[in-house]
């Protein structure tokens, strides 16, 4: 089953515009991180933001949680055609396997040059 | 290091057939992970070991799936008899458990076509 949804399904903007995906998760979590995926490829890890954190950067990249609403988002900015690609959300719940990520649906981003 | 390796890249069976993906995690790694993903149920867990030893595998579908790591740098996932809704992509992942904290490593994935 899956933890977390993101919003929107679906984004396109212009290269150079900023990007923002929301994921919204159900359970208490240890921590929360990012994962990308291009088309045909695997995931590939983007950031890491733990419960106690509200936001972290990581050049372009900027996360932030609010665990009181059970939410996070990842901001991209300045976009490059090179952005374009799904991006998930995956979280640790409490009291589970540290390893065993919970992944959200996706966003589907596309970064038109 | 490559990274996590998979093979094959891509297999085309028919139904009824077994099938077997196999996963080298990266060196060094203790946890090692296989998924599937689909459009219509997203990127599910299915099992995931922690030095060679099955911790959870309340992932996986049915009795026709079987996962297997013999030694620390080499994992099956087998299926048997294959139908055509197992067709998916199948991702192997590895981490490191250093603390509770570690990112995942995929690896380019099996595509599964079931005729």
């Known amino acids: 089953s899956q933890q977390g949804e993101e919003d929107p399904q679906a984004l396109s903007i212009q290269e150079g515009e900023n990007a923002t995906m929301n994921c919204s998760y159900k359970?208490?979590?240890?921590?929360l991180q990012w994962y990308r995926q291009n088309s045909g490829r695997g995931l590939v890890h983007l950031i890491l933001i733990r419960s106690n954190e509200r936001e972290k950067h990581s050049g372009r990249l900027r996360v932030t949680l609010d665990t009181s609403k059970k939410s996070s988002s990842l901001l991209i900015t300045a976009s490059r055609a090179a952005d374009t690609a799904s991006y998930f959300c995956?979280?640790?719940?409490?009291?589970?396997?540290?390893?065993?990520?919970?992944f959200g649906t996706g966003t589907r981003l596309t970064v038109i040059p | 290091d490559a990274g996590v390796i998979q093979s094959p890249r891509h297999e085309v069976t028919e139904m009824g057939q077994e099938v077997t993906l196999r996963c080298k995690p990266i060196s060094g790694h203790d946890y090692l992970f296989w998924y599937r993903q689909t459009m219509m149920r997203g990127l599910e867990l299915l099992i995931y070991f922690n030095n060679n030893v099955p911790i959870d595998d309340s992932g996986m579908p049915e009795d026709r799936f079987s996962a297997k790591m013999p030694n620390a740098s080499f994992s099956t996932l087998k299926i048997q008899p294959s139908e055509p809704r197992d067709s998916a992509v199948y991702f192997c992942a590895s981490s490191l458990q250093e603390n509770s904290y570690n990112e995942q490593f995929f690896g380019p994935g099996t595509r599964l076509t079931v005729l």
């Open positions: 995956a979280t640790v719940s409490l009291g589970t396997g540290a390893n065993n990520l919970f």
């Open positions: 359970t208490s979590i240890n921590n």
